[in-house]
């Protein structure tokens, strides 16, 4: 009996705490998109192609100090560092779309990706799945989806680069489902690591779409 009552009041606590996280990480990741979209808009509106290499760098670095310091102001700061750049290198390629296919393919790709986002993590905050079988799964796919874009860029090929952009929507879609479960059944505890992985899936399917969308639009070369 004892032990029952233990396991429960275990249970309980537990829940308390993801819910917690949870609450913790969507008001982040919401104030961080916000953040993004100011530096978004304000990149749009210098039409400045910002230096590559530092965008490489910073999208590899700045996570990697927001999870060292999650428990730290720094890592806050990290994390607003991270959105605001790849808000900030985003401009250009939103200049580029609205001029070749114009705005309402922002702004489809822009509705998708809400739409697509607020599914999953309703589905999953309701349904409680356990998605940490997709981890290992994500990984690799990233990473093969990641080599193929490099070589689609090297070598101009489109279709490779619509197939590329097709993969890494559905990745991202896969890393919604998966992180949003690490939260609700503890497996992420920290809300910082939660933003900064979220924001990344949200990106990377905004841009995904942007592209797809694009493509088909008459953005695309598909010669």
Do not use: C
């Amino acid at each position: 009996m004892r032990y029952n009552q233990s396991s429960s009041v275990i249970k309980t606590i537990t829940n308390t705490q993801s819910l917690s996280i949870l609450r913790k990480t969507y008001l982040l990741l919401s104030i961080n998109l916000f953040f993004s979209a100011l530096m978004a808009l304000w990149s749009m509106r210098l039409n400045t192609q910002p230096n590559f290499i530092f965008f490489l760098i910073a999208i590899f670095a700045l996570p990697m100090l927001a999870m060292k310091f999650r428990d730290s102001a720094w890592g806050l700061v990290a994390t607003f560092a991270y959105t605001g750049t790849l808000g900030f290198f985003i401009g250009p390629l939103l200049n580029h779309v609205i001029a070749n296919s114009g705005p309402q393919v922002v702004s489809t790709a822009l509705g998708a990706t809400a739409t697509i986002f607020l599914t999953l993590s309703a589905y999953t905050l309701v349904s409680k799945k356990n998605f940490s079988y997709l981890g290992g799964l994500l990984s690799v796919g990233i990473l093969i989806a990641f080599m193929a874009g490099i070589g689609a860029m090297i070598f101009q090929l489109p279709m490779l680069q619509l197939g590329v952009s097709a993969a890494f929507a559905l990745l991202s879609s896969g890393y919604i489902l998966y992180m949003t479960s690490a939260l609700i059944n503890g497996g992420e505890t920290s809300y910082v690591v939660a933003t900064i992985s979220l924001f990344a899936s949200i990106m990377n399917l905004f841009i995904s779409l942007l592209n797809i969308l694009s493509f088909f639009g008459g953005g695309g070369n598909r010669n």
